[in-house]
């Protein structure tokens, strides 16, 4: 996958930083959504934040648990990429009440929806 270096001033970037969070996205995923629109990514993205705003405290879940029978619409690249995205982003912590709760013996990576995502609270 092509990778492009772009510099920004403290301020554009600060700015930048600002837009994607009203956004409820990652800075990668809020200047693609800007300069490439609404791809399928970015919107099952979105989709895949909102799903899980609905769901309770204590709940178990995959992303295919998520999309349910949606899962299988989602073209494979971009069930891939949104997989290691999101992971990404609860590992840094910026998936509010979403940690990883490990992979099973097929490789399917596991989360819980609790009630604070601090990090140092993660592990008891």
């Known amino acids: 996958m092509p990778v492009v270096y772009v510099q920004y ?68 690249g971009v069930r891939l990429a949104l997989g290691r995205q999101f992971f990404k982003e609860v590992d840094e912590g910026n998936v509010s009440r979403v940690i990883s709760d490990g992979a099973d013996s097929a490789k399917v990576q596991w989360y819980k929806i609790v009630e604070n995502n601090d990090k140092s609270e993660e592990k008891c």
């Open 9 to 76: 001033t403290d301020n554009e970037y600060a700015d930048l930083i600002h837009k994607a969070k009203e956004e409820g996205l990652p800075l990668s995923l809020y200047i693609r959504k800007v300069t490439l629109g609404d791809s399928e990514f970015v919107l099952c993205y979105k989709e895949l934040l909102k799903r899980i705003d609905t769901k309770s405290i204590g709940t178990h879940f995959s992303l295919r648990d998520i999309f349910n029978t949606d899962w299988m619409k989602i073209s494979k």
